[in-house]
């Protein structure tokens, strides 16, 4: 916020999750989000929605992309996005015993946040 780099959010919960914008109240956007993101029933297909993201996406937009799948496929959509020169940080959260962090190619672990659930 202080640098006024503009931000993008994009969470693969059941209702789709995209919020673009810089400042206080893109700040309190993103936390509104978040804070209603449900994944009691089926979560949109994350690599489905990378491919959409990198095809409609603001590419100054830094992009933060929060899901707890490792899948090949949405690892070949952040790489796609990143090697645009795009900025990214993938928050993979880790629950219980559902950890994919192993699963993570070398290329993207300088963007990763593991989150401890």
């Not at 937009?61 to 795009?86: D, T």
């Amino acid at each position: 916020e202080e640098k006024g780099i503009g931000t993008t959010l994009v969470a693969n919960g059941e209702s789709s999750c995209h919020v673009e914008g810089m400042g206080k109240s893109h700040l309190g956007q993103v936390r509104k989000t978040l804070a209603t993101i449900s994944y009691k029933n089926n979560a949109k297909k994350g690599a489905a929605m990378l491919t959409r993201e990198q095809e409609q996406g603001n590419e100054n937009n830094y992009l933060f992309f929060i899901s707890a799948s490792a899948k090949q496929e949405i690892q070949e959509e952040l790489e796609k996005i990143r090697r645009r020169g795009r900025d990214i940080t993938w928050i993979l959260p880790i629950c219980g015993h559902e950890d994919e962090s192993d699963k993570v190619q070398e290329s993207l672990k300088k963007h990763l946040v593991l989150w401890r659930c």
